[in-house]
């Protein structure tokens, strides 16, 4: 069974900075590229960025490029999401997806909320 | 990179049918074959529905189908059942490994 759980997220002062990781398990981690998606409260879905499969290339969304850096370690089957220069419009709740062969989102993890409040 | 346009809300009756339209631009929906459909219940994570414009994943009730012409998708429910209520949001590929989500569509079971 696949099984995403996010963690890392909190409560961080404008301009700060947070680590996400998102542990895998239920699949050969290696061979699929891994996406951040982000729903802020009462909002809709954003792609925010994603990974190779071999973390040799990465993408972001215009609104993140920048600030934030995806990276994975397959040795331990974990995604990680480093955000710099935190905003306000940056609270949400953030999921780790993984993609599947057809290129979609085919399983979630439950998310982890950042709220990035003074 | 602008969100596709789905109708905000849409209600039927139980045994009805729906389809959501998500609007995008020639340079998503348009031009590839890969739209996907997510269900969302309040507090859960979103589910795969549909991918690749019209295939269903293991599991998902035969429903729920897709389509696309030009550049607008569309999702059908048929046979609308309460545990359909729930939010949709469509999603293309949109060139450079690049992701854009539509603007979600509330749907009432009456």
């Known amino acids: 069974e696949v099984q995403l759980l996010e963690s890392g997220g909190g409560l961080v002062q404008p301009g700060g900075s947070l680590r996400l990781s998102c542990a895998a398990s239920?699949?050969?981690?290696?061979?699929?590229?891994m996406s951040w998606v982000r729903q802020a409260p009462g909002k809709g879905l954003e792609w925010v960025s994603t990974?190779?499969?071999?973390?040799?290339?990465?993408y972001y969304a215009d609104s993140v490029k920048g600030r934030f850096t995806i990276s994975r370690d397959n040795s331990k089957n974990t995604l990680y999401l480093q955000m710099n220069s935190l905003r306000a419009e940056d609270t949400a709740l953030y999921y780790c997806?993984?993609?599947?062969?057809?290129?979609?989102?085919?399983?979630w993890g439950q998310g982890t909320l950042v709220t990035v409040s003074s | 990179q602008s969100a596709l346009t789905q109708p905000a809300s849409m209600s039927g009756s139980p045994g009805q049918s729906i389809t959501i339209s998500c609007t995008g631009t020639?340079?998503?929906?348009?031009?590839?074959?890969?739209v996907s459909w997510f269900q969302q219940h309040p507090g859960k994570a979103p589910k795969l529905m549909i991918y690749?414009?019209?295939k269903r994943p293991s599991g998902v009730s035969n429903r729920f189908s897709g389509s696309k012409s030009g550049n607008t998708a569309s999702l059908t429910i048929s046979g609308l059942q309460a545990e359909d209520e729930a939010d949709y949001y469509c999603?293309?590929?949109?060139?450079?490994?690049?992701?854009?989500f539509g603007t979600g569509t509330k749907v009432t079971v009456l």
């Open positions: 997806a993984k993609k599947g062969s057809g290129y979609e989102f085919d399983y």
């Open positions: 239920g699949f050969t981690f290696s061979t699929y590229a």
């Open positions: 990974i190779s499969d071999v973390g040799s290339s990465t």
């Open positions: 020639s340079s998503d929906v348009g031009s590839y074959n890969l």
């Open positions: 690749e414009g019209s």
């Open positions: 999603c293309s590929y949109a060139g450079s490994s690049r992701d854009v």
